[in-house]
């Protein structure tokens, strides 16, 4: 018997990779802040989390937010996600399939065409 393990990969793809990992790190903040589990399952140290969460207010407003992302760095946005350049995300993904998963679900951020065509070709 064979068993898919799906995983969920929060993908945010762009030609500029600061504009891609910005782009997860506004969703990755409010992660953290409002699902703490999700942060200790991530391995995030446990003062970036009371950092967003002492900035933001509930429910938190998208200045907040913004205002919380500077505790978020692109070494967690992408250790935790599949974002940067087309490249670099595809890497990302073939990642999650080498480390076990057999069916990666990704949820797009930012350009979803972008996205679609990085992985036209398959993985």
């Known amino acids: 018997m064979i068993l898919d393990r799906p995983q969920l990969v929060v ?17 990755l903040t409010q992660y953290l802040a409002q699902q703490p589990h999700i942060a200790k399952a991530s391995g995030v140290k446990p003062e970036v989390v009371q950092q967003i969460q002492a900035t ?18 692109d070494e967690l946005v992408q250790r935790i996600t599949a ?11 073939r990642e999650y399939i080498q480390y076990g998963a057999t069916y990666p679900i990704l949820y797009p951020l930012g350009d979803v065409k972008l996205m679609i065509d990085t992985f036209a070709e398959g993985f």
């Open 11 to 27: 993908c945010s793809v762009h030609e500029d990779r600061k504009v891609a990992l910005d782009g997860a790190r506004e969703l």
């Open 83 to 93: 974002s940067g350049t087309p490249a670099e995300v595809k890497a990302k993904v």
């Open 56 to 73: 933001l207010g509930w429910p938190a407003t998208k200045e907040q937010v913004r205002a919380a992302m500077k505790y978020v760095p």
